[in-house]
């Protein structure tokens, strides 16, 4: 079996990860930070230490500004419904996931003011743009890291530099290449930032967090919830420090611990060997789809790569049709004939695929991850290309 839906969720994590979360389970048990005996203390050390192994890997100063939730879309609503308000005016870019998208246009019906900058066919933003979009009112420029259709990185940093001149607040969506790209929230200028344990940190479903940097007013960010903390218990009222004012309720403590487990994996593997293996994945890939025979006596490319084509400028995330066979078929032979797992369709990105050209059809989407091998890519363009043959 060849797994190619990383971009979904990472799989096979490392052994480390179902480790940790089986000796939390029957070791240590307790609720983080509900009780003063030793197993409650041991949680919730197991959970400051996965605060600080995630503010690692993205070079945040201050672990306690790690705020846990179930996932990146918990994150990014958090922080997109938590500031913006009636007469606000946020920039975005048109190759954003629906995590995205979809709060705005909720938010754009409450009064807020959405510009969505377009990106080239390929799937690039030019900063040039993204400044030009700015207005008296804007307050926030969200935008993904890198495209979860082609993978083409979106110009996080140089968009920073643009936001700190007109004091914006950058909210990135780190859920493709958090721990598969060298990300920096103090070298970027990235203010608050979305990550999703379960995709390139290669931990559990289930985690996942804002970072909230010292730009953001906490007092202006409203919770998604409200409730137990378990600190400042004598009050009624939420408390208003970081992390307790937006983690009400009890946090996911066993997916916590095998997050931590594979957050140092991570670490341990290094992100630049990883981002490097990647890159030359990706890199296969593409030149091996790009060199499947053309069909119908050779007027039309057997396959069709959308993105870049640049490995350097993409996360190993790969979108393509084949000509002749709808992207669900060729999916579901993949999986059936060759043992191959991808992903076909809109990929939660309908916008992405009108910046592309590929909706409402969407694309078969390879989503490669640290644990693939060049052996398993060149597998899948030799089934790729059989199947490309038979289509004609
Ligand atoms: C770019 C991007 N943003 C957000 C998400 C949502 O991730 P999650 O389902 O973990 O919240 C995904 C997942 O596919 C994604 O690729």
New binding site residues.
């Given amino acids: 079996m060849i797994y190619f839906d990383n971009?979904?969720?990472s799989w096979p994590k490392p052994p480390e990860v179902a480790e940790a979360m089986f000796h939390f389970l029957n070791e240590v048990g307790a609720n983080p930070g509900r009780s003063g005996h030793r197993l409650a203390v041991e949680s919730g050390r197991i959970v400051y230490n996965t605060r600080e192994a995630v503010a690692e890997v993205f070079n945040a100063p201050d672990p306690l500004r790690v705020v846990f939730g179930?996932?990146?879309?918990?994150?990014?609503n958090l922080a997109l419904r938590g500031l913006l308000r009636a007469g606000d005016h946020v920039i975005t870019s048109s190759m954003?996931?629906?995590?995205?998208m979809r709060p705005l246009r909720a938010l754009e019906r409450q009064g807020v003011e959405v510009t969505v900058v377009q990106c080239s066919p390929e799937g690039f933003l030019d900063p040039a743009d993204v400044e030009a979009a700015v207005q008296p009112n804007t307050v926030m420029i969200a935008l993904?890291h890198?495209?979860?259709v082609v993978g083409t990185l979106l110009p996080v940093a140089e968009v920073g530099r643009i936001a700190r001149q007109h004091d914006l607040l950058l909210l990135v969506?780190a859920?493709?290449v958090g721990g598969a790209y060298p990300l920096d929230v103090q070298a970027d200028a990235i203010d608050l930032l979305?990550f999703?344990?379960?995709?390139s940190l290669y931990g559990p479903?289930g985690t996942?967090g804002l970072i909230v940097g010292e730009r953001v007013d906490v007092a202006r960010m409203e919770p998604l919830k409200r409730g137990g903390t378990c600190s400042h218990s004598e009050h009624e009222e939420q408390p208003d420090f970081l992390p307790d004012m937006y983690e009400s309720g009890t946090l996911n403590a066993v997916g916590l611990a095998g997050l931590e487990a594979s957050v140092r994996w991570v670490l341990e593997r290094g992100v630049d060997a990883i981002r490097a293996h990647e890159v030359e994945l990706a890199r296969r890939l593409m030149s091996g789809l790009r060199d499947i025979p053309s069909t119908g006596s050779g007027r039309r490319p057997g396959v069709t790569v959308y993105g870049g084509m640049d490995a350097n400028r993409q996360a190993a995330t790969v979108s393509f049709h084949v000509a002749g066979m709808e992207p669900s078929e060729v999916g579901l032979r993949l999986d059936e004939e060759y043992g191959i797992m991808c992903r076909v369709g809109l990929?939660?990105?309908p916008v992405a695929h009108k910046t592309i050209g590929t909706f409402p059809v969407g694309t078969v989407r390879f989503g490669l991850g640290a644990l693939n091998t060049l052996e398993e890519v060149d597998a899948a363009v030799a089934a790729v290309g059989q199947l490309a043959q038979e289509a004609q």
Avoid: F, I, P, R
Avoid at 96 to 100: C, F, G, K, T, W
């Fill in positions: 971009a979904a969720t179930h996932n990146v879309t918990e994150a990014l954003e996931h629906n995590s995205v993904n890198a495209s979860n969506d859920a493709q979305g999703t344990g379960h995709k479903t996942g990929h939660c990105a």
